[in-house]
């Protein structure tokens, strides 16, 4: 059983790659940007709190982001590889993950961190649209991701959706955010001997043949 991490700033296609390794070894494949996206879908007091500190830019407090995901491990007690997508964010959270790994008798075996600059993670993340009925991703500002037709689904006809929080000035919290509260858990995987950066200007299939060759080295 092999526990995976992904590391990447805001709009490097962290969640295809994600995808990618669910469908050919069906991990569980855990996204904390997920966990707190249904959790403001549910419009309560903590889902309004939460929209709040997730379109300014910011992270969620480490105490909130591990509650989630405790609740969601033990809800998904499967014996299967976990990859966590989005977590940890900060050296607090690498902590806590440690611990919640020890617990379970288990490790974290890769950490895979997609490399890009500024500039192309800004532009991958303000031409990013979903749909939201089957979750197919486009962008605008690359030819070769453009939906056939303007802002409707290829595959579903459903018109795409922008994240909310897709905007420049989240993006450009959030990129300050990487530097200072993410970055630091780079060392401290690298130290460990698990890290492997990859280079997100790569095509995803060439980045997913990089994380295959490593998963299964
Ligand atoms: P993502 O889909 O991973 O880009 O996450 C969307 C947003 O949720 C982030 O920009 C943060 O505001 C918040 N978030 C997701 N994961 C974490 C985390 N591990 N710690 C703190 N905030 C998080």
Do not use: W
Request: hydrophobic share 35%; net charge negative; charged share 30%.
């Amino acid at each position: 059983m092999k526990n995976i991490i992904f590391i990447a700033p805001h709009g490097t296609g962290k969640g295809t790659q994600c995808e990618f390794l669910e469908k050919e070894y069906n991990f569980l494949h855990l996204s904390t940007g997920d966990l707190i996206r249904q959790q403001i879908a549910k419009q309560d007091d903590l889902g309004k709190k939460l929209n709040d500190i997730v379109s300014k830019g910011q992270l969620v407090s480490d105490d909130i982001v591990l509650e989630m995901l405790k609740k969601y491990l033990e809800d998904n007690k499967e014996e299967k590889g976990i990859i966590f997508d989005g977590y940890p964010r900060t050296l607090n959270q690498a902590y806590a993950l440690d611990e919640l790994m020890q617990n379970l008798n288990e490790k974290i075996d890769h950490v895979f961190y997609l490399e890009i600059s500024k500039e192309e993670a800004l532009k991958r993340t303000l031409g990013r649209m979903i749909c939201p009925n089957c979750g197919k991703s486009y962008n605008e500002y690359y030819p070769n991701l453009q939906p056939k037709v303007e802002s409707i689904c290829d595959k579903c006809q459903s018109p795409l959706e922008k994240r909310h929080d897709d905007t420049e000035e989240a993006f450009n919290s959030l990129f300050d955010v990487f530097i200072k509260q993410t970055m630091p858990i780079l060392n401290y995987y690298e130290k460990q001997n698990i890290l492997k950066k990859i280079d997100a200007s790569l095509t995803k299939e060439e980045i997913f043949k990089i994380i295959k060759g490593e998963i299964e080295a």
